[in-house]
């Protein structure tokens, strides 16, 4: 915890601040500089009270050093958290990035479903992903098809190999889904649902939290920490883009620096999503290179069989053809990324 006088403090208001520092068990450094006084407390984070510090004269600014994520923090794990499933595949660390793929919610036929799942394991692809219960602005809008849904992607799953991914709304629906899920997402819209990120956690099940429209990142691995704290380690971040001032030409605004900020901070696996993102269809292939270029562990990608008749999200969705020539490119781009240990 750092401490910065004003230019103008006086040494009594320093003083005063050094002893309520060292009657209250923390160590206080001095750094006298030519302008101003900063003073460095050490000792447990948890004891440390700032609004009580910042009320002192004297005192322009109280800053806390240590993040308040432990688990989901790089300073407690150094090692990159690599999440191994039971058919080998990994995510996380300096692993292959992976892509998960699929329609934005799963439809009333199967078929439009199998054919993009024979697409994305034809392209390399390990994850399916598609809503079964899907969070809509709208009351009336398309609410998906729930169970019917997970059992769609079962078969497809079944038929493929594919891992399946998708999303959780309520707690009341967990013990459904992880019959039929491999990773649970947790959606934007309940980045902060913490009952949700809690129970999620404490099925065991690998959880994926995308970020909330409006979160920061500290918000963001607090969330994470939610289901760290229940004894889960396996926790997936994505990248799904935040609230702009200016949607006139995008959804969202992606933010791309949010990868390798996260990886610095933490040793979770981050992918980014490029459908959400921006929910512009040209601009999945651009963003989904630049989240693999700055170290996304993964891409995530909204693929339709028929995007113009999709229930949600058609104008964000590839068509089957542009998804297999976007993975040609993307494919491309990550042998280079190993070959060149970029
Ligand atoms: C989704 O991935 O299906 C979805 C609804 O995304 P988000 O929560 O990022 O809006
Ligand atoms: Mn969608």
């Known amino acids: 915890m750092i401490i910065v006088m004003e230019p103008k403090a006086t040494e009594s208001q320093i003083q005063a601040v050094v002893s309520y520092l060292e009657t209250n068990g923390f160590k206080a450094v001095l750094n006298r500089g030519d302008i101003m ?3 460095a407390a050490i000792g447990d984070r948890k004891l440390f009270q700032p609004n009580a510090v910042a009320s002192y004269e004297g005192v322009r600014e109280v800053k806390l050093i240590s993040e308040p994520y432990k688990l989901a923090s790089r300073e407690g794990q150094p090692d990159d958290t690599v999440i191994e499933f039971e058919n080998g595949v990994k995510i996380g660390g300096k692993n292959r990035p992976q892509m998960m793929v699929g329609p934005c919610c799963v439809e009333k036929e199967l078929d439009g479903l199998l054919r993009v799942a024979d697409a994305a394991k034809e392209c390399g692809c390990n994850f399916l992903r598609g809503g079964a219960f899907k969070p809509r602005t709208s009351p009336y809008d398309f609410q998906g098809y729930e169970e019917k849904g997970l059992e769609y992607l079962k078969i497809a799953s079944e038929r493929t190999g594919m891992l399946v991914v998708t999303e959780v709304m309520d707690t009341l629906d967990l013990p459904l889904i992880c019959e039929y899920a491999d990773i649970l997402q947790i959606g934007a819209r309940n980045m902060q649902n913490f009952k949700l990120l809690k129970a999620a956690g404490q099925t065991g099940k690998p959880v994926m939290i995308k970020n909330g429209p409006a979160a920061t990142i500290r918000e963001f691995l607090l969330a994470a920490e939610y289901i760290l704290s229940t004894g889960n380690p396996k926790v997936i ?3 799904r883009g935040v609230k702009g001032f200016d949607s006139t030409y995008t959804r969202n605004t992606l933010d791309v620096a949010a990868i390798p ?8 696996p981050v992918i980014i999503d490029p459908s959400h993102g921006t929910g512009r269809r040209y601009l999945v292939e651009p963003l989904a290179k630049a989240g693999l270029v700055v170290g996304a562990n993964g891409v995530m ?3 339709h069989h ?3 008749r999709a229930s949600s999200d058609g104008a964000q969705s590839l068509t089957i053809e542009q998804f297999k020539q976007t993975m040609k490119r993307l494919n491309h781009l990550m042998d280079i ?3 060149e240990s970029i």
């Open 301 to 303: 990608m909204e693929v």
């Open 261 to 268: 900020v996260i990886k610095r901070y933490s040793h979770l």
């Open 337 to 339: 990324m190993e070959e």
């Open 237 to 239: 971040l994505c990248e």
């Open 37 to 39: 006084t900063v003073i």
């Open 306 to 308: 028929d995007p113009d």
